[in-house]
T-cell receptor, first 121, second 112 residues
Framework: DGGITQSPKYLFRKEGQNVTLSCEQNLNHDAMYWYRQDPGQGLRLIYYSQIVNDFQKGDIAEGYSVSREKKESFPLTVTSAQKNPTAFYLC????????????????????FGSGTQLSVL | QQQVKQSPQSLIVQKGGISIINCAYENTAFDYFPWYQQFPGKGPALLIAIRPDVSEKKEGRFTISFNKSAKQFSLHIMDSQPGDSATYFCAASLNTGNQFYFGTGTSLTVIP
């Protein structure tokens, strides 16, 4: 079964602690994304990566870090510098632009994981 | 600032009725406009999408209407069902980049 797996589903962070959220995909997608979801604010981009060993900051990168050592993995670390980490975190992936063949919409489709709910103890 | 503005924030519709969610954008370089559906505790899933070269796209009970001159697009759900109760997000992406810009979401409740 192809898809995106996020773990854990629920995570609790103590003050001053760094925590890492896992995201793994077996869709052979080049681009991967991390979004934060807060009630009434939609999805806000934290980081994204288009290829291995490269990533860019999104709109709300402060207090977060990522790595992309393997194509299928894009872990997100919520550092102690993130003062309000309680949120639902979503990982997503898609193919690179221009690889969708005749269907120009195919490479635009974002596939999302089931999310990780992070709460502060 | 919010690149894509979505309304209403919440919507309650009777079973069998029409649900309408609206979005507006400013950046004319956007070239892809998807709608995502999200159930509680799950990630969003692509519902339907449109490009600016067409004014309407229909898939089953779901229709996107696109008004390029007004820079607006909307999702219409015909014959709304309780199973359609979910949060809906509109989005837009640029023709030169890899980022998606999401609206703030609409919580739809369809009552039997």
């Amino acid at each position: 079964d192809g898809g995106i797996t996020q773990s854990p589903k629920y995570l609790f962070r103590k003050e001053g602690q760094n925590v890492t959220l896992s995201c793994e995909q077996n869709l052979n997608h080049d681009a991967m994304y991390w979004y934060r979801q807060d009630p009434g604010q939609g999805l806000r981009l934290i980081y994204y990566s288009q290829i291995v060993n490269d990533f860019q900051k999104g709109d709300i990168a402060e207090g977060y870090s990522v790595s992309r050592e393997k194509k299928e993995s894009f872990p997100l670390t919520v550092t102690s510098a993130q003062k309000n980490p309680t949120a639902f975190y979503l990982c997503a992936s898609r193919t690179a632009r221009g690889t969708g063949g005749a269907d120009t919409n195919a490479n635009e489709k974002l596939f999302f994981g089931s999310g990780t709910q992070l709460s502060v103890l | 600032q919010q690149q894509v503005k979505q309304s209403p924030q919440s919507l309650i519709v009777q079973k069998g009725g029409i649900s309408i969610i609206n979005c507006a954008y400013e950046n004319t370089a956007f070239d892809y406009f998807p709608w995502y559906q999200q159930f509680p505790g799950k990630g969003p899933a692509l519902l339907i999408a449109i490009r600016p070269d067409v004014s309407e796209k229909k898939e089953g009970r779901f229709t996107i209407s696109f008004n390029k001159s007004a820079k607006q697009f909307s999702l219409h759900i015909m014959d709304s069902q309780p199973g359609d109760s979910a949060t809906y997000f509109c989005a837009a992406s640029l023709n030169t980049g890899n980022q998606f810009y999401f609206g703030t979401g609409t919580s739809l409740t369809v009552i039997p």
